[in-house]
């Protein structure tokens, strides 16, 4: 009996209950990637996803289980964007208040369509506060209940569709490439692999700046860092979630790490050859794998793209001649 935080059937009953809310998003294909690659690769694109990133997945799961008195007390969260617009779309569906703490430098359109979702916006300073502590105490003053954005086996479990939607539409994988920021989408897409693939081997991809999952991993215990400074705003987490963790520690065969530029060079590939908008945060994967961190030919490779939700002036900032 495992003893792990989530199961396989807390995955599919997740998919059962976001069913006809969230998008089943594309996998698409690019033969100009496979070829440089020497690689049969599908990218899973979560930035189709509603409010534009995977988070959805799990903040509706965690919200469509409160209780009566949950639900009616309301929800909050702390994010740097994604997960904040995910619980207050997800709040606003489900007819509950919410609250979202995001830094103060959080992308303008994610700020934006926060509130354009009906979250309430208080801002904090990421190098210098506590997010966590100023969540729970928000939670704990207004009677709110508090959704993390990764370490709750509710967000895990929902994140986890993301793959099991993959491996049924591309069949078994030798290997799938997860971003990993706090470990919500890893932990969970690595439950799905476990039991649909057994045999694929599941690796995380965070950005250099922040390794902590990829020196967690190596010395078997969980690696606090000051807050990276990265293009990958949604990897800018400082640790990995107890919960997350211990599902990665099991599930997943390794981390790698890659550069700002080869975000923005994940990025540009995207743009000019398969004609799709992927933020930084949501390139992790793919750019392990275009860059060759790895060796993948002769694979069937599944990719994970988290997200598309990037400012029109800073994408063409960054992908600009």
Request: aromatic content about 4%.
């Given at each position: ?13 997740a ?5 006809g809310i ?6 698409l ?5 496979n070829?440089?690659?020497g690689a049969?690769?599908f990218?899973?694109?979560e930035s189709f ?10 903040a509706?799961?965690?919200?469509a289980q ?7 007390g309301?929800v909050?969260?702390?994010?740097s964007?994604?997960h904040?617009?995910a619980?207050?779309?997800s709040a606003?569906l ?9 830094p ?6 994610k ?7 009906g979250g309430?916006v208080?801002?904090y300073?990421r190098y ?5 502590a ?5 939670a704990?003053e ?5 959704i993390?954005?990764y370490?709750h086996?509710?967000?895990m479990a929902?994140?986890g569709t ?5 491996f049924?539409e591309?069949g ?5 490439f997860v971003?990993?920021?706090?470990g ?6 690595a439950?799905?692999?476990?039991a649909?693939a057994?045999a ?7 950005p250099e ?5 990829q020196?967690?991993l ?5 690696v ?8 990958a ?5 400082q640790?990995?979630g107890n ?7 099991e599930?997943?065969r390794?981390i790698?790490t ?7 060079e ?7 050859r ?7 945060t ?5 750019a ?10 002769g ?5 994970v ?10 994408f063409?900032?960054?992908t600009?001649?």
């Open positions: 009996m495992s003893t792990l935080p989530i199961s396989f059937e807390d995955v599919v009953a998919h059962e209950r976001i069913r969230a998008h089943r998003t594309p996998v294909t690019s033969t100009t990637a070829e440089r690659t049969e690769l990218f899973k694109c996803q509603r409010m534009g990133a995977f988070k959805f997945r799990g509706y799961n965690a919200i409160f209780t009566p008195e949950q639900r009616a309301g909050i969260t702390f994010s964007g994604n904040a617009q619980i207050a779309l606003k489900l007819g509950v208040k919410a609250v979202i703490v995001m103060n430098d959080a992308p303008a359109i700020v934006e369509a926060t509130r354009g979702y309430e208080i801002f300073d210098t506060e506590d997010r966590e100023l969540g729970k105490r928000l704990a207004r009677g709110l209940t508090l993390p954005p370490d086996p509710h967000v929902g994140q993301a793959a099991k939607e993959l049924e591309a078994a994988l030798d290997m799938l971003p990993l920021g706090g919500g989408l890893l932990s969970g897409c439950t799905a692999a476990h649909l057994p694929c081997t599941v690796i995380g991809v965070e700046a922040g390794n902590d999952g020196r967690s190596r010395t078997g215990a969980i606090h860092i000051e807050t990276p400074k990265t293009l705003d949604g990897a800018q987490t640790h990995l919960d997350t963790f211990a599902v990665i520690r599930r997943v390794e790698v890659v550069s700002d530029a080869e975000l923005v994940a990025m540009k590939f995207f743009a000019s398969m004609k799709i908008v992927v933020e930084p949501g390139c992790l994967a793919a392990a794998v275009l860059s060759q961190k790895l060796d993948v030919r694979k069937r490779v599944g990719i793209i988290s997200g598309g939700n990037v400012d029109l002036q800073r063409a900032e960054l600009g001649n």
